[in-house]
C-alpha cells in the first residue's frame, strides 16, 4: 500500500479523487493500493523552552540565552488526534512506502518530514511535486514521483530557518520584555521590517515640505514649462520677461515607443497588485489565492517566478479560458508564449496562473474575494501574452527669457495588451485612468506662439506611509547591496504576510486608513521598542543575509551547522553585551496597576475587562471575573481576591454558597494551576455558619 500525505484535508480529498481511494475513513480514505491522510497544516513544532528546564517557564534574565543542544519536538495543541491516525497508518504492516504531498515548498517539506521524524520511521518515501491540484497535474506528478532525498536540502533549509526564528524569538523576546517590563515580541524577520515601517514615519515626521515654482507659457493648445525654481522672484521676473512674448520652438523631437506587456504574478507582486486595485491586505490576498488552488481554479500562490516553462503546453487554451470572464466572444486574441517563457527562471514553481477548470467556471457563486483575485489572475494572463502597447512622444524645446521651456507629448498609435485592461475596466465598470501626458497639437521646429506666462507653485512632497503594496516591496528588496544576489530580500513571498500580520497582533503596528488604502503605521509601542533594539536585530540587510545563507543550504552550498552557529553567537553576544537604554521608563511607561507576579512566567498581571491577566501574551495565565468556581458559590473574583492570590496563593472567603445544603461557609481557596489554558483552585473548609 502507499500511503499519501497530504497537508490539508481538501488536498487530500483531491489527491484520493484521482487515485481512487474513495473509502472515507477516520483520519483518512482508502482504496485500491492507496491511503491518503492528512497533516492539518503544522503537526509538530519545535518544543517550547520549559520543555528542556522547567525554570524556563518563567522569564529570567540569569536563564539567557536559551540554546538547546539536542533539538525537541511536540505535537501541536489539539491536534493529537491526527498525530495518532497518521502513527498508526505509517505503521500498518501492508504500507511499505509513503509519498510526501505536502504543499510543494519549503514549509511543506517541514511539515512532512517533522511527522516522518517524530513517529521514527524508516520506509521508503517518494516525494510528490506538483503546481496544480487538477487531475491531470496530480496524475502526471504520480507518474513523476522523485525520490524524497532530492529535498534534503531544502528540508534543512527549512528546519533552520524555524530553528534561528526560534533562537532569536525566545532569547530577544524574553530579554527585552524582562528589561523594559512589558512582553516585546521580538524576531528575525519581524523587527527588520517594523524598523523599516518606524524609519519611514521618522522621515516623514520631520519632513520640512518647500515650495517650489515654475513659469508655464500657454502657447494656445499645449503649454511650456520651466525648471523648478526655489525663489519666487526669480520666478516672477520670469514670467515678467515672458509674458506676451513671441516663443520659438528650437526643437521638436517625435519617437515611436513601446511599453511591454507586464510579467506575470508571482505571489508578492499578486498580494502588491491586490492591495492597490483591491484594498486586500496580504494575508487575505494569500488566503483567497490558497482557496482557488484548492478549488483547482489557479496554479500553486507560494512561488516567487514570474514566468512559466517550455513544457506548459495547453496555456493557450488557459489563456483563451480566462479571457472569457472579460472579453466579448469574438475579439481575437494575440497570444505570444515566449514573452513569459523561461526554464531558467523557474526553480519549484511557475508564476500563478488560472487552470484550465476556469473554463465554464460559475465565477459568480464565488465568495467575493477570490472572485476579484481570480479576475485579476486571469487579467494578468491575457495581458502578459500580449502584445506592447505603442505609442508616439514628442518633446518640444524653446529658450524665452534666457531659460529653457519644455512640453511633453503622448500619442497612443496601439494599445495593445492596454486594450485588454480597458475591457476588464468596462466589465468592472470602472473607468480608465487618464494618461497624464495628453496628444500635443501639430507643430514643427521654428513655429513660432505669443506666450501667456504664469507662475505656478507646488509643494515638495514628504515620503508616503507604507502600504502592504510598499512594504512587501521593500520586504522583498531589503538589502540591495548584496549585487551578487537575485533575492535579496528578507522573510519570503509565502512568509511575509504573517509578519505583518503578526506585529499588528502584538501590537506594535496598525492599519489605518479608508476601505480602500490602509497605511501601516507603527505604534508608540512599536516606535519604543525599535529606540531600544540594537542594529544586529533591526537590521533588514542582515536578515537579508541569513535568507541568501537559507537559499545556500537549499542548494547544498553551506552546512546549516555553521548558519545556526552564526545565529547563535549572534545571540550569546546580544545577551551578553546589551544594556537598558537611559531613559526606558519614558519609553515604556506602565498604563495598568499591577496586581501581582504570575506563578506561571513571572511578568506581571493586571486588570483588563473580563479579567487579570499575565502581560506576557504568549504565557496564557488568567484569572477570569466570571469565573465558575466563584459564581457557583456566589461570590465574585475581585481585585482584591485576586491580588490575594498572586500573592500568597490562597484567600479566605467568608460566605460561600452550598447549593447541595443552600447554607453558607468560610473556605480556604488556593491556586492549584497546572499550566492549562484555565485556572484550577481547591478549598479547605473552615467552621460552617448556623
Given amino acids: 500500500m502507499n500511503l499519501v500525505i497530504a497537508e490539508k484535508p481538501s488536498v487530500a480529498q483531491s489527491i484520493a479523487a484521482v487515485v481512487g481511494a474513495n473509502k472515507r475513513q477516520d483520519g483518512y480514505m482508502e482504496g485500491g493500493n492507496f491511503i491518503v491522510s492528512w497533516c492539518v497544516g503544522h503537526l509538530i513544532e519545535l518544543a517550547t523552552a520549559d520543555?528542556?528546564?522547567?525554570?524556563?517557564?518563567?522569564?529570567?534574565?540569569?536563564?539567557?540565552?536559551?540554546?538547546?543542544?539536542?533539538?525537541?519536538?511536540?505535537?501541536?495543541?489539539g491536534k493529537e488526534k491526527q498525530m495518532k491516525v497518521l502513527k498508526d497508518l505509517v505503521n500498518r504492516k501492508d504500507v511499505t512506502v509513503i509519498t510526501s504531498a505536502t504543499d510543494a515548498g519549503r514549509e511543506g517539506e517541514l511539515i512532512f518530514r517533522l511527522v516522518y521524524e517524530k513517529i521514527s520511521c524508516k520506509k521508503p518515501v517518494k516525494r510528490l511535486w506538483i503546481s496544480s491540484m487538477e487531475e491531470m497535474a496530480i496524475e502526471e506528478g504520480f507518474q513523476n514521483l522523485r525520490d524524497s532525498k532530492d529535498y534534503d536540502n531544502?528540508?534543512?533549509?527549512?528546519?533552520?530557518?524555524?530553528?534561528?526564528?526560534?533562537i532569536v524569538g525566545i532569547n530577544a523576546t524574553r530579554l527585552f520584555s524582562v528589561l523594559y517590563g512589558q512582553t516585546?515580541?521580538?524576531?528575525?524577520?519581524?523587527?527588520?521590517?517594523?524598523?523599516?515601517?518606524?524609519?519611514?514615519?521618522?522621515?516623514?515626521?520631520?519632513?520640512?515640505?518647500?515650495?517650489?515654482?515654475?513659469?508655464q507659457l500657454d502657447c494656445g493648445g499645449f503649454t511650456l514649462s520651466s525648471e523648478k525654481l526655489q525663489?519666487?522672484?526669480?520666478?516672477?521676473?520670469l514670467c515678467k520677461t515672458c509674458d506676451g512674448q513671441s516663443i520659438t520652438l528650437y526643437s521638436v523631437e517625435s519617437k515611436e515607443k513601446s511599453e511591454n506587456p507586464p510579467k506575470l504574478y508571482d505571489l508578492t507582486t499578486l498580494q502588491r497588485e491586490a492591495n492597490r486595485q483591491l484594498g486586500f491586505t496580504a494575508e487575505q490576498t494569500l488566503s483567497y489565492t490558497q482557496s482557488l488552488y484548492e478549488k483547482k481554479l489557479v496554479t500553486y500562490p507560494r512561488t516567487d517566478s514570474r514566468y512559466l516553462t517550455s513544457d506548459m503546453a495547453n496555456t493557450p487554451a488557459v489563456v483563451k479560458a480566462a479571457a472569457g470572464f472579460f472579453m466579448p466572444q469574438g475579439i481575437e486574441l494575440s497570444i505570444s508564449m515566449e514573452q513569459v517563457t523561461d526554464n531558467s527562471k523557474v526553480s519549484d514553481h511557475?508564476?500563478?496562473?488560472?487552470?484550465?477548470?476556469?473554463?465554464?467556471?460559475?465565477i459568480a457563486s464565488l465568495p467575493f474575494g477570490e472572485r476579484e483575485v481570480l479576475q485579476l489572475i486571469s487579467l494578468r494572463l491575457v495581458c502578459a501574452v500580449g502584445e506592447s502597447c505603442r505609442y508616439g512622444e514628442t518633446i518640444v524645446k524653446a529658450n524665452a527669457g534666457g531659460a529653457e521651456f519644455t512640453a511633453k507629448g503622448?500619442?497612443?498609435?496601439?494599445?495593445?495588451?492596454?486594450?485588454?485592461?480597458?475591457?476588464?475596466?468596462?466589465?468592472?465598470?470602472?473607468?480608465?485612468?487618464?494618461?497624464?501626458?495628453?496628444?500635443?497639437p501639430k507643430i514643427d521646429q521654428g513655429d513660432s506662439f505669443t506666450s501667456k506666462a504664469a507662475v505656478k507653485e507646488g509643494k515638495t512632497s514628504p515620503p508616503k506611509h507604507f502600504t502592504d503594496d510598499t512594504i512587501l516591496a521593500a520586504m522583498e528588496n531589503a538589502n540591495n547591496a548584496l549585487e551578487d544576489t537575485d533575492r535579496k530580500g528578507i522573510g519570503t513571498p509565502a512568509t511575509r504576510a504573517g509578519i505583518l500580520e503578526k506585529l499588528i497582533k502584538t501590537e506594535l503596528l496598525e492599519r489605518k486608513g479608508d476601505?480602500?488604502?490602509?497605511?501601516?503605521?507603527?505604534?508608540?509601542?512599536?516606535?519604543?521598542?525599535?529606540?531600544?533594539?540594537?542594529?544586529?536585530?533591526?537590521?533588514?540587510?542582515?536578515?537579508?543575509?541569513?535568507?541568501?545563507?537559507?537559499?545556500?543550504?537549499?542548494?547544498?552550498?553551506?552546512?546549516?551547522?555553521?548558519?545556526?552557529?552564526?545565529?547563535?553567537?549572534?545571540?550569546?553576544?546580544l545577551v551578553k553585551t546589551y544594556e537598558v537604554i537611559k531613559g526606558a521608563d519614558a519609553l515604556f511607561p506602565s498604563t495598568q496597576e499591577t496586581l501581582g507576579k504570575c506563578p506561571r512566567c513571572g511578568n506581571d498581571v493586571v486588570e483588563n475587562k473580563k479579567g487579570f491577566c499575565c502581560l506576557n501574551k504568549t504565557c496564557g495565565f488568567a484569572l477570569w471575573k466570571d469565573n465558575k468556581f466563584f459564581t457557583a458559590k456566589k461570590k465574585s473574583l475581585t481585585k482584591s481576591v485576586a491580588t490575594e492570590l498572586l500573592k500568597n496563593g490562597k484567600v479566605k472567603l467568608t460566605g460561600c454558597y452550598s447549593e447541595k445544603t443552600g447554607k453558607t461557609y468560610d473556605a480556604v481557596v488556593s491556586l492549584d494551576d497546572t499550566g492549562d489554558k484555565y485556572v484550577n483552585f481547591t478549598m479547605e473548609f473552615e467552621v460552617k455558619k448556623k
Fill in 350 to 362: 511557475h508564476a500563478i496562473i488560472p487552470t484550465m477548470n476556469v473554463q465554464g467556471c460559475d
Fill in 231 to 237: 525663489d519666487i522672484q526669480a520666478a516672477k521676473t
Fill in 51 to 77: 520543555t528542556y528546564e522547567k525554570r524556563y517557564a518563567k522569564w529570567e534574565y540569569a536563564d539567557l540565552p536559551i540554546l538547546p543542544e539536542n533539538w525537541q519536538f511536540s505535537i501541536s495543541k
Fill in 154 to 166: 531544502l528540508y534543512h533549509s527549512a528546519l533552520c530557518r524555524a530553528k534561528a526564528d526560534w
Fill in 410 to 440: 503622448k500619442t497612443i498609435l496601439a494599445d495593445g495588451f492596454r486594450c485588454i485592461e480597458k475591457l476588464y475596466l468596462t466589465m468592472k465598470k470602472e473607468k480608465p485612468q487618464e494618461d497624464k501626458e495628453k496628444a500635443l
Fill in 515 to 573: 476601505k480602500k488604502v490602509k497605511y501601516l503605521l507603527p505604534t508608540t509601542k512599536g516606535i519604543s521598542l525599535i529606540t531600544v533594539l540594537p542594529e544586529t536585530i533591526q537590521s533588514p540587510q542582515l536578515t537579508a543575509e541569513w535568507e541568501e545563507k537559507l537559499k545556500l543550504i537549499e542548494h547544498g552550498d553551506l552546512s546549516p551547522v555553521s548558519f545556526l552557529q552564526e545565529i547563535s553567537e549572534m545571540t550569546v553576544s
Fill in 184 to 215: 516585546l515580541n521580538v524576531g528575525r524577520v519581524m523587527s527588520p521590517t517594523l524598523a523599516m515601517i518606524v524609519e519611514r514615519e521618522t522621515s516623514i515626521s520631520v519632513f520640512k515640505s518647500e515650495p517650489f515654482y515654475t513659469v
